[in-house]
């Protein structure tokens, strides 16, 4: 990058803000998706919404590419700058602007990390819900870019059921305030709603106002092993017939369960073909009302054992087994490649067993685990990237379950977003006219390109 | 590819094994102040593997970000990869030093500590004449330099030099009367040179507990901070130096009353030498002898306690990285504690986080060290407590800084000195 650019940034956002050495580029060339690297240009951390709108302006004007980032613990390569220019820094954004427990909203900047934002609202017994695996490192404006939902979504939704309101400043460097602190607001587009999602393509959010909820005041779990994939999907299905919505109901595969015994020791059976970690959370009496109603289901769908937690020391040993599942897969092999493609809930064994033949198919590693409760599955591929034969497997293997779960009628993506990881599969799920649209909107708000390009809608 | 690369090449595959998930970012204490991603271990490896992959040099930068780390190992212990990210940077380091020099105030301090006669007298000198440039503050075991020093921040409060050595105020050998073990006492250079105060502490209730301790006059720095610096040769020196010394001690057991100091002998020596197998199993056999003061007299000697006095006072605990996650010892100190009588135990927030000091890192670093301290002190604030118990001098040395900064009351001691409190309130009444 020309140095008088360089030297204009230094002066709009001072000098210390802006990083140019390799060493610091080096370190913004990638996030936590295995295959995707590129060096930026310059890495510009801005402290104000004025600042974010100067620097904006300026990129504009000269067409240079904006990417902007939180934590990079993203899994789509939402935030690698893959043409160069500008890693646009957010961490500075890192306060909690407004509690409003009247209200039960929150005001907070984009860079704050979602579980510092959640200890934050505890104090006033309340719950922000949205929790991906990431929540002690990712930031919030990371998650609301990139929708993402984790283990409560079943009942409590993902990201796009919070956001009420947003402080945008666009691809020009004008600034707009979407949505509020108002319950119904259907004034205008719902370009909340837009933008929530949008992975950083479309501008970039300084400012967030989230819906919180009254944190539940009991909760209990339960593990339930099945030596039947199809009784355990039949028991997914009949909890929820049954009207009772878990905060979590999490599944891992036979594949999962070996890997996770043989690494954690946790005392899974490693002939079972699936286990069922069940969480119902609430008002005490509820919750033992329906703790009980879940376990008669297990029962009278043939599970194998069924362990319920009497205190938070067992709640944390049944835990232990789901929360192993990542770090054992990933420490199988160097590369993990961590999917979620998701399906309707009554699918999810049809999936299961889909991805493990494709497994065998391909001889890949994959390990499947995931919120069977609401469909999102997380096949994880194990491998190594440096072997280029294996790679080409992993490949064909990629295809073919995203292919398997659009053919169930699901979607390439539950809450990693598609980023560059997922992009040639998006004509398969939306057909050209819906990518099209897409890439109308795209250009409508950005016309020269600027905002993370070619990722989610692709070139434009 | 050059010697370098090729020196970096034995860790290709532990590079490889870092998935990029950024965890480390959650409890780096450095990144939590710099907000820069090649402060966190998931940057420095980025950095290493661009070497590999001959995308970077081993530059100046690259030099500087390998420096930017405390080894508290947290990083580590969060990886669901199982990545030891703190080896893996010091092998950074060491890649820097072979292709850079070592910094040239390293080169001149460590020159000075490989020679032992030299380093002893230096620090002796330091003792005798440290008042002259430091001066001491009221109420605490604590000093701030007159005038400006070069590489110490003159805010800074530290601990003075001992007029006397401990190894020079006691004989060589402590008998005891019915004595149920030898032990040989490394006392390491913080407790020998400053906190001599610690080191008597430590010989007393081992003399209450009927335990011999001799320490060999011969012993030397533990060669950790040269090993941190990433001269992996030099800090051989002192390994080889030290195993021979205590070799020749020939004691049942090996005490240090440090968390790095205990694993120096316990885990470092055995790995410095992991290509020299003769070495390596002297080492081992030193390593399995060798026990941190408060494992000791939990684990092995199961103290008295039928003699312990009241000892009135609410008492935090820091846990020293080195500790908590170099040689995993957190139950003892504080089973010590909770057996003295009179002694109300308090858990600070994040016990093990720590406290800044990095050894040699707070010196070149100190704004950083400060805010990452600064932390700490508002834990230990909350807890309200009379005193801090801690089981490394570094952290004693750092924390107490911090708490003269802040306006805090606190005190900061080994937890062994409180021991020695509780036997001697044991006699008086």
């Given at each position: 990058?020309?140095?008088?650019?360089?030297?204009?940034?230094?002066?709009?956002?001072?000098?210390?803000?802006?990083?140019?050495?390799?060493?610091?580029?080096?370190?913004?060339?990638?996030?936590?998706?295995?295959?995707?690297?590129?060096?930026?240009?310059?890495?510009?951390?801005?402290?104000?919404?004025?600042?974010?709108?100067?620097?904006?302006?300026?990129?504009?004007?000269?067409?240079?590419?904006?990417?902007?980032?939180?934590?990079?613990?993203?899994?789509?390569?939402g935030?690698?700058?893959?043409?160069?220019?500008?890693?646009?820094?957010?961490?500075r954004?890192?306060?909690?602007?407004?509690?409003?427990?009247?209200?039960?909203?929150?005001?907070?900047?984009?860079?704050?990390?979602?579980?510092?934002?959640?200890?934050?609202?505890?104090?006033?017994g309340?719950?922000?819900?949205?929790?991906?695996?990431?929540?002690?490192?990712?930031?919030?404006?990371?998650?609301?870019?990139?929708?993402?939902?984790?283990?409560?979504?079943?009942?409590?939704?993902?990201?796009?059921?919070?956001?009420?309101?947003?402080?945008?400043?666009?691809?020009?460097?004008?600034?707009?305030?979407?949505?509020?602190?108002?319950?119904?607001?259907?004034?205008?587009?719902?370009?909340?709603?837009?933008f929530?999602?949008?992975?950083?393509?479309?501008?970039?959010?300084?400012?967030?106002t989230?819906?919180?909820?009254?944190?539940p005041?009991?909760?209990?779990?339960?593990?339930?092993i099945?030596?039947?994939?199809?009784n355990?999907?039949?028991?997914?299905?009949?909890?929820?017939?049954?009207?009772i919505?878990?905060?979590?109901?999490?599944?891992?595969?036979?594949?999962?369960?070996?890997?996770?015994?043989?690494?954690?020791?946790?005392g899974?059976?490693?002939?079972?073909?699936?286990?069922?970690?069940i969480?119902?959370?609430?008002i005490?009496?509820?919750?033992?009302?329906?703790?009980?109603?879940?376990?008669?289901?297990?029962?009278?769908?043939?599970?194998?054992?069924?362990?319920?937690?009497?205190d938070?020391?067992?709640?944390?040993?049944?835990?232990?087994?789901?929360?192993?599942?990542?770090?054992?897969?990933?420490?199988?092999?160097p590369?993990?490649?961590v999917?979620?493609?998701?399906?309707?809930?009554?699918?999810?064994?049809?999936?299961?067993?889909?991805?493990?033949?494709?497994?065998?198919?391909?001889?890949v590693?994959?390990?499947?685990?995931?919120?069977?409760?609401?469909?999102?599955l997380?096949?994880?591929?194990?491998?190594?990237?440096?072997?280029?034969?294996?790679?080409?497997?992993?490949?064909?293997?990629?295809?073919?379950?995203?292919?398997?779960?659009?053919?169930?009628?699901?979607?390439?993506?539950g809450?990693?977003?598609?980023?560059?990881?997922?992009?040639k599969?998006?004509?398969?799920?939306?057909?050209?006219?819906?990518?099209?649209?897409?890439?109308?909107?795209?250009?409508a708000?950005?016309?020269?390109?600027?905002?993370?390009?070619?990722?989610?809608?692709g070139?434009? | 590819?050059n010697?370098?690369?090729?020196?970096?090449?034995?860790i290709?595959?532990d590079?490889?094994?870092?998935?990029?998930?950024?965890?480390?970012?959650?409890?780096c204490?450095?990144?939590?102040?710099?907000?820069?991603e090649?402060?966190?271990?998931?940057?420095?490896l980025?950095?290493?593997?661009a070497?590999?992959?001959g995308?970077?040099?081993?530059?100046?930068?690259f030099?500087?970000?390998?420096?930017?780390?405390?080894?508290?190992?947290?990083?580590?212990?969060?990886?669901?990869?199982?990545?030891?990210?703190?080896?893996?940077?010091?092998?950074g380091?060491?890649?820097?030093?072979?292709?850079?020099?070592?910094?040239?105030?390293k080169?001149a301090?460590?020159?000075?500590?490989?020679?032992?006669?030299?380093?002893?007298?230096?620090?002796?000198?330091?003792?005798?004449?440290?008042?002259?440039?430091m001066?001491?503050?009221?109420?605490?075991?604590?000093?701030?330099?007159?005038?400006?020093?070069?590489?110490?921040?003159?805010?800074?409060?530290?601990?003075?030099?001992?007029?006397?050595?401990?190894?020079?105020?006691?004989?060589?050998?402590?008998?005891?009367?019915?004595?149920k073990?030898?032990?040989a006492?490394f006392?390491?250079?913080?407790?020998?040179?400053?906190?001599?105060?610690?080191?008597?502490?430590?010989?007393?209730?081992?003399?209450?507990?009927?335990?011999?301790?001799?320490?060999?006059?011969?012993?030397?720095?533990?060669?950790?901070?040269?090993?941190?610096?990433?001269?992996t040769?030099?800090?051989k020196?002192?390994?080889?130096h030290?195993?021979?010394?205590?070799?020749?001690?020939?004691?049942?057991?090996?005490?240090?009353?440090?968390?790095?100091?205990?694993?120096?002998?316990?885990?470092?020596?055995?790995?410095i030498?992991?290509?020299?197998?003769?070495?390596?199993?002297?080492?081992?056999?030193?390593?399995?002898?060798?026990f941190?003061?408060?494992?000791?007299?939990?684990?092995?000697?199961?103290?008295?306690?039928?003699?312990?006095?009241?000892?009135?006072?609410?008492?935090?605990?820091?846990?020293?990285?080195?500790m908590?996650?170099?040689?995993?010892?957190?139950?003892?100190?504080?089973?010590?504690?909770?057996?003295?009588?009179?002694?109300?135990?308090v858990e600070?927030?994040?016990?093990?986080?720590?406290?800044?000091a990095?050894?040699?890192?707070?010196?070149?670093?100190?704004?950083?060290?400060?805010?990452?301290?600064?932390r700490?002190?508002?834990?230990?604030?909350?807890?309200?407590?009379?005193?801090?118990?801690?089981s490394?001098?570094?952290?004693?040395?750092?924390?107490?800084?911090g708490?003269?900064?802040?306006?805090?009351p606190?005190?900061?001691l080994h937890?062994?000195?409180?021991?020695?409190?509780?036997?001697?309130?044991?006699?008086?009444?």
């Open positions: 990058m020309q140095n008088h650019l360089i030297e204009a940034f230094n002066q709009l956002v001072g000098a210390e803000h802006v990083l140019t050495s390799k060493e610091d580029l080096r370190c913004y060339s990638y996030d936590a998706t295995p295959g995707f690297s590129h060096m930026p240009d310059v890495v510009i951390a801005p402290g104000t919404t004025e600042e974010v709108s100067k620097v904006l302006a300026l990129a504009n004007n000269e067409k240079i590419p904006v990417y902007p980032r939180g934590s990079g613990t993203n899994l789509s390569a935030t690698v700058p893959m043409q160069g220019g500008i890693v646009l820094l957010m961490t954004f890192d306060k909690i602007i407004e509690i409003d427990a009247a209200n039960l909203v929150a005001t907070v900047e984009p860079g704050v990390i979602v579980a510092d934002f959640n200890n934050a609202v505890a104090q006033f309340l719950l922000y819900p949205p929790d991906p695996g990431t929540v002690a490192t990712a930031t919030l404006g990371g998650t609301v870019s990139e929708n993402a939902g984790g283990l409560r979504g079943l009942k409590y939704g993902v990201s796009k059921h919070y956001i009420m309101g947003l402080e945008i400043v666009l691809a020009d460097g004008r600034i707009i305030q979407t949505g509020g602190k108002n319950v119904k607001d259907v004034a205008g587009y719902d370009l909340t709603k837009l929530t999602g949008s992975e950083g393509t479309l501008g970039v959010i300084t400012k967030v989230v819906k919180l909820v009254p944190a005041e009991a909760s209990k779990a339960m593990l339930a099945f030596s039947d994939l199809d355990a999907g039949k028991a997914i299905s009949a909890i929820i017939a049954n009207k919505i878990p905060a979590t109901l999490e599944i891992m595969d036979n594949a999962t369960i070996r890997t996770v015994e043989d690494y954690a020791k946790v899974l059976p490693i002939d079972a073909e699936a286990v069922l970690l969480e119902v959370d609430g005490l009496a509820v919750v033992e009302k329906e703790a009980a109603k879940v376990i008669e289901v297990l029962q009278a769908n043939h599970a194998d054992a069924i362990q319920v937690a009497k938070p020391a067992e709640r944390d040993k049944l835990w232990a087994a789901r929360r192993a599942a990542l770090p054992a897969l990933a420490k199988l092999r590369t993990t490649f999917e979620d493609a998701t399906v309707p809930r009554s699918k999810v064994p049809d999936m299961i067993r889909a991805v493990k033949q494709t497994a065998a198919k391909y001889n590693t994959i390990g499947t685990f995931g919120h069977a409760g609401d469909g999102n997380h096949p994880t591929i194990v491998c190594d990237i440096r072997d280029a034969a294996e790679m080409e497997r992993v490949q064909q293997a990629m295809d073919e379950i995203f292919a398997t779960a659009i053919s169930l009628g699901g979607t390439l993506s809450e990693h977003g598609i980023g560059l990881g997922k992009l599969y998006m004509e398969d799920q939306f057909g050209t006219a819906g990518i099209s649209a897409m890439q109308a909107i795209k250009k708000l950005d016309p020269n390109c600027i905002m993370n390009p070619g990722k989610l809608v070139e434009c | 590819m010697d370098d690369k090729q020196f970096l090449a034995k290709e595959e590079i490889a094994n870092c998935m990029k998930c950024g965890n480390c970012m959650e409890v204490p450095i990144y939590k102040e710099l907000q820069n090649s402060a966190v271990a998931r940057g420095k980025a950095l290493i593997e070497v590999l992959t995308n970077a040099e081993i530059s100046q930068g030099e500087k970000r390998m420096a930017m780390c405390v080894s508290c190992k947290a990083c580590a212990a969060k990886c669901p990869c199982g990545v030891k990210a703190d080896e893996l940077i010091l092998r380091r060491e890649a820097a030093v072979k292709a850079r020099g070592l910094h040239p105030i080169k301090v460590f020159s000075l500590l490989k020679n032992r006669v030299m380093f002893d007298l230096s620090l002796r000198m330091a003792g005798l004449f440290g008042p002259l440039q001066k001491k503050l009221p109420g605490r075991f604590a000093v701030v330099a007159r005038f400006p020093m070069p590489g110490l921040d003159r805010r800074r409060v530290l601990a003075p030099f001992a007029a006397t050595p401990l190894r020079s105020q006691v004989p060589e050998t402590i008998k005891v009367a019915n004595p073990m030898k032990v006492f006392t390491g250079c913080t407790i020998n040179y400053v906190y001599t105060d610690i080191g008597q502490a430590l010989l007393n209730v081992l003399q209450e507990n009927d335990v011999e301790v001799t320490l060999p006059p011969m012993q030397h720095c533990c060669g950790t901070p040269v090993y941190m610096s990433g001269d040769e030099l800090a020196v002192f390994a080889r030290n195993i021979e010394t205590f070799e020749r001690a020939d004691a049942d057991y090996i005490v240090a009353a440090c968390g790095s100091c205990a694993e120096a002998f316990k885990i470092e020596y055995p790995e030498f992991h290509d020299d197998p003769a070495m390596r199993e002297r080492a081992e056999k030193l390593a399995a002898k060798t941190e003061i408060s494992e000791f007299l939990v684990d092995v000697v199961k103290f008295r306690q039928d003699n312990l006095g009241e000892v009135n006072a609410t008492v935090t605990m820091h846990d020293p990285c080195h908590a996650r170099g040689i995993k010892v957190t139950d003892q100190p504080r089973k010590i504690l909770n057996a003295i009588p009179g002694v109300k135990f600070m927030k994040n016990p093990d986080r720590c406290c800044g990095g050894g040699s890192f707070s010196l070149a670093n100190y704004d950083i060290s400060r805010k990452i301290n600064d700490k002190v508002a834990d230990i604030a909350s807890t309200h407590a009379d005193i801090v118990a801690t490394c001098g570094s952290c004693r040395m750092h924390i107490n800084d708490l003269v900064q802040n306006g805090k606190q005190d900061v937890t062994v000195q409180l021991l020695d409190k509780a036997y001697k309130a044991g006699k008086q009444s």
